[in-house]
């Protein structure tokens, strides 16, 4: 099993929430993956585990993309 662990920590609790709130429905566990996210105050903590690396490098590249839109949706809402 390869595992990775993301820390993200934001600007407040505002965009943690949302960062939060817009990967966390992803989280989902099997035999041959997981993945977790928590938050706590300002930070985002996802834990992916995977038998292959080519999923997990897939599924890291989908979570930032995840964070990267909601980044770039506060910036704009601001």
């Given amino acids: 099993m390869i595992e990775a662990k993301v820390l993200l920590r934001c600007m ?3 965009e943690a929430k949302a960062v939060f709130e817009a990967i966390s429905p992803d989280d ?9 996210t928590s938050r706590s105050g300002r930070e985002v903590v996802s834990e992916v585990r995977c ?3 080519g999923s997990l490098l ?3 590249d989908d979570l930032l993309s995840c964070v ?3 980044e770039r949706t506060i910036k704009i809402l601001k």
């Avoid at 566990?29 to 993945?35: I, M, P, R, Y």
């Fill in 28 to 36: 989902f566990e099997a035999s041959e993956f997981a993945l977790k």
């Fill in 68 to 70: 990267q839109i909601v």
């Fill in 12 to 14: 407040d609790e505002g």
């Fill in 51 to 53: 038998l292959k690396v």
């Fill in 58 to 60: 897939e599924t890291l």
